[in-house]
């Protein structure tokens, strides 16, 4: 899909949401389409009905910061929304030719693993944009155990999520973390629209999976920042947890997330207990090796 494409869905589809009465506008009769008529969104945001029809159908060339901010506000845009509305129109406003971009770094620095490891009250994992899972300490290991034992080789979120039944019993709120799991790489799709591991990856998730390609049909975008996470993990139940997500400015690939349990409660027992069941996982491995090498 070109950026014109994407432009032209992603307005469409904000367009359909929302309704004249949600804007003080009167409904004016049967509408052939849900939500505004492109007219009511011009008057809203400022600008002409050709403008606008001009910006619907996926030229955002030369547009304003100014006319963007008006369109967003005309069409409820939130911030996840209003932030991919502006990454789209960078894109279209630097061509079709990827930008220089650094090279990725070969490896994790020995100070962001140990940043990692010294974590020892929540769960750290340490990410890339498309959903890898790059590192963890040993909580973050332990609690994702399921999703490490499905990807062998690259330990992914959303291969798990739309390729493996098992995640279907690993979250008890599976639609709710599916949409999530979707819009968030809509959103890492806009920032970064030529980065082909992620075209990559939509493109397989897209072929594979129907649930995938009907929630990106729907050109949902989201900022992943914190909230609330249950998970039914085998070995200790369902757990709620807390989480954050923080940017490392010195690594721009990567983004640190902990997953804590409130003070005193039931999940925060199960954190502990764990803990302590990798603990001895990881004995055990060890041993076994041992015996191995003998």
């Given at each position: 899909?070109?950026?014109?494409d994407?432009v032209r869905?992603?307005l469409?589809?904000?367009?359909?949401?929302v309704?004249?009465?949600m804007v003080g506008?009167?409904?004016?009769?049967?509408?052939?389409?849900?939500?505004?008529?492109?007219?009511?969104?011009a008057?809203l945001a400022?600008?002409?009905?050709e403008?606008y029809?001009?910006?619907?159908?996926?030229d955002?060339?030369?547009?304003?910061?100014?006319?963007?901010?008006?369109?967003?506000?005309?069409?409820?845009?939130?911030?996840?929304?209003?932030?991919?509305l502006?990454?789209?129109?960078?894109t279209?406003n630097?061509g079709?030719?990827?930008?220089?971009?650094p090279?990725?770094r070969?490896s994790?620095r020995p100070s962001?693993?140990?940043?990692?490891d010294?974590?020892?009250?929540?769960a750290a994992v340490?990410?890339?944009?498309?959903?890898d899972?790059?590192?963890a300490?040993a909580?973050?290991r332990a609690?994702?155990?399921p999703?490490?034992?499905?990807?062998?080789d690259?330990?992914?979120y959303?291969?798990?999520?739309?390729?493996?039944p098992a995640s279907r019993?690993?979250?008890?709120?599976?639609?709710?973390?599916?949409d999530?799991?979707?819009?968030?790489m809509?959103?890492?799709?806009?920032?970064?629209?030529f980065?082909?591991?992620?075209t990559?990856?939509?493109g397989?998730?897209?072929?594979r999976?129907e649930?995938f390609?009907?929630?990106?049909?729907r050109?949902d975008?989201?900022?992943h920042?914190?909230?609330?996470?249950?998970?039914?993990?085998?070995?200790?139940?369902?757990?709620e947890?807390?989480?954050?997500?923080?940017?490392?400015p010195?690594?721009e690939?990567l983004?640190?997330?902990?997953?804590?349990?409130a003070?005193?409660?039931?999940?925060?027992?199960k954190?502990?207990?764990?803990?302590s069941?990798?603990a001895s996982?990881?004995?055990?491995l060890?041993?076994?090796?041992?015996?191995?090498?003998?």
């Amino acid at each position: 899909m070109t950026t014109r494409d994407e432009v032209r869905e992603f307005l469409v589809t904000r367009r359909a949401r929302v309704t004249p009465e949600m804007v003080g506008l009167p409904p004016g009769g049967s509408r052939r389409v849900p939500g505004l008529r492109r007219g009511e969104v011009a008057i809203l945001a400022g600008v002409s009905v050709e403008y606008y029809t001009k910006l619907e159908r996926g030229d955002l060339r030369g547009v304003s910061d100014e006319v963007l901010e008006a369109i967003a506000s005309a069409l409820r845009m939130d911030e996840a929304e209003r932030s991919h509305l502006f990454d789209l129109a960078r894109t279209a406003n630097v061509g079709t030719r990827p930008r220089r971009r650094p090279a990725p770094r070969a490896s994790v620095r020995p100070s962001l693993l140990h940043l990692v490891d010294a974590i020892t009250e929540g769960a750290a994992v340490l990410g890339n944009p498309r959903g890898d899972i790059v590192a963890a300490n040993a909580l973050g290991r332990a609690l994702y155990d399921p999703v490490y034992r499905s990807q062998p080789d690259a330990v992914g979120y959303p291969r798990f999520i739309f390729l493996d039944p098992a995640s279907r019993a690993f979250y008890p709120d599976w639609d709710e973390i599916a949409d999530s799991s979707v819009a968030s790489m809509r959103t890492v799709a806009g920032r970064n629209p030529f980065d082909k591991s992620i075209t990559d990856l939509v493109g397989e998730l897209s072929t594979r999976s129907e649930e995938f390609r009907t929630r990106w049909a729907r050109h949902d975008v989201r900022l992943h920042i914190e909230g609330i996470k249950r998970v039914n993990h085998p070995v200790v139940g369902v757990l709620e947890l807390e989480y954050n997500v923080m940017a490392l400015p010195a690594d721009e690939d990567l983004g640190l997330t902990v997953y804590t349990a409130a003070p005193d409660s039931g999940s925060a027992e199960k954190l502990a207990l764990l803990a302590s069941w990798w603990a001895s996982e990881r004995a055990s491995l060890a041993h076994a090796e041992t015996v191995t090498e003998r």
